[in-house]
């Protein structure tokens, strides 16, 4: 995989997610339970954003908008 995209995506879900580790050999080839995981994670992160990410999109996506209590 490309080298760029791995910073890339470190640096994007790093700001949103602390675990699962984002490591260069996990994202390179990702398992699923790791992909899981990821998606889980994003979709618990407290106004994450990913809805305004997404154009045309209208209200939470993931549950984003909800709080984690």
């Not at 994007?12 to 602390?18: A, D, N, Y």
């Not at 889980?40 to 908008?65: F, H, I, K, M, N």
Request: hydrophobic content about 35%.
């Amino acid at each position: 995989m490309n080298e760029a995209v791995v910073r890339r995506t470190q640096e994007s879900l790093g700001r949103v997610i602390r675990k699962p580790p984002l490591t260069d050999r996990l994202l390179s080839k990702p398992p699923f339970r790791y992909l899981h995981d990821v998606i889980t994670e994003v979709g618990r992160a407290p106004a994450c954003g990913v809805d305004s990410a997404l154009p045309g999109s209208v209200g939470p996506v993931w549950g984003c908008a909800r709080r984690r209590e």
